[in-house]
């Protein structure tokens, strides 16, 4: 674990969403631990609570908020309760999301519709229930994509339509919101290692597993730690003018390509 270096982000203000597990709960981790107050949104209180507290053992400080993303009042209700209690909010992570693996010929409407709603959706309901805040004093947002966004996938043709749209309004919301000096980037991971992402798309079988990992050109998945010393890079003063850009850390997947990812995932 990086050690507590309260430098960094002293004095800023971050609201996670996503933020009890996961990529979004290791990203919230980092940034508590160089100094930020940390607001973690989720549906599960249990999950925020355990996020809540590995943060407050390295120092660090964080408040929970049970909710769904797509409700826009809750999310609303959740900025205005952090600014309270902490005095501002300077950094958002759109974290949250939902996917599962279907074919397209037979995922239903409201299956698709349940995707887009939590990924899109909910990205766009973070960020606008922030955005007065965020311009009081300037700030950053960093949206969590993945490379189904341009890389076409098997299985995921709602998920890569979310992610893509999300790259999208970044580049649009860094448009729109450069001159009240709030930064918007979006990060792509590949796979992740011991994540609730892998553990619903990656290969079932430990020999399929490997042929894939032995395939990236790092050969090896990803670990939640190397993603959130990425997200810290992108909402830190060091990036200070990265803006509407999307960082891909995928390993080199996207370089294979969508049919040798549809041969890896034995499609
Ligand atoms: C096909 C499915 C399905 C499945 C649900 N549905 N699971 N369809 N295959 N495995 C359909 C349902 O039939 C229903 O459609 C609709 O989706 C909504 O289902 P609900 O269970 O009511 O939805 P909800 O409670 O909102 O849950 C959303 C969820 C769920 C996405 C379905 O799995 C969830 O809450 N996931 C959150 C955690 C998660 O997914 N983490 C991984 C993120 S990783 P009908 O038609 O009956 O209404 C990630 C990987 C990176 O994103 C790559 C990204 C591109
Ligand atoms: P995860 O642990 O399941 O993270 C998703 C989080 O979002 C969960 O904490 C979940 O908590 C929350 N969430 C889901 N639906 C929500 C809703 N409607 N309202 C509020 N919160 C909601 O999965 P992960 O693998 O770490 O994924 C995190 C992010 O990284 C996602 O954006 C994902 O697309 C992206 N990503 C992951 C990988 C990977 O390899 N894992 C690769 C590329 C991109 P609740 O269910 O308690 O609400």
């Not at 309260?6 to 996961?22: H, I, N, R, Y």
């Not at 599960?44 to 407050?56: E, G, M, P, V, Y």
Request: charged letters at 15%; aromatic letters at 4%.
């Amino acid at each position: 674990m990086t050690p507590f270096r309260p430098g960094l982000l002293q004095g800023q203000v971050a609201l996670v969403t996503g933020g009890g597990s996961g990529i979004g709960a290791g990203i919230a981790l980092r940034l508590a631990e160089h100094g930020a107050v940390v607001g973690l949104v989720g549906r599960t209180q249990s999950k925020l609570d355990d996020t809540a507290a590995r943060i407050r053992s390295v120092g660090g400080q964080a408040h929970a908020f049970a909710l769904d993303v797509r409700d826009y009042d809750a999310l609303s209700g959740a900025v205005a309760e952090l600014v309270e209690r902490a005095g501002k909010l300077t950094l958002l992570v759109c974290s949250a999301a939902g996917n599962f693996l279907s074919p397209a010929a037979t995922l239903s409407a409201g299956g698709f519709k349940a995707v887009i709603d939590i990924d899109l959706l909910g990205t766009f309901n973070a960020c606008r229930a922030s955005f007065e805040a965020l311009s009081k004093q300037g700030g950053a947002v960093l949206s969590i994509t993945a490379t189904q966004a341009f890389v076409p996938t098997p299985l995921q043709c709602h998920a890569g339509a979310a992610k893509a749209a999300i790259q999208k309004l970044t580049q649009d919301l860094a448009l729109e919101w450069g001159s009240v000096k709030i930064r918007v980037n979006a990060l792509a991971p590949g796979p992740i290692d011991a994540t609730e992402g892998m553990r619903r798309l990656a290969p079932p079988g430990a020999d399929e597993r490997a042929k894939l990992e032995r395939a990236l050109p790092a050969g090896r998945f990803g670990t939640v730690d190397e993603i959130a010393d990425m997200a810290l890079f992108l909402l830190s003063p060091a990036a200070g003018f990265i803006t509407g850009t999307t960082l891909v850390a995928d390993g080199g997947q996207s370089l294979l390509g969508g049919s040798r990812l549809l041969e890896l995932m034995g499609g």
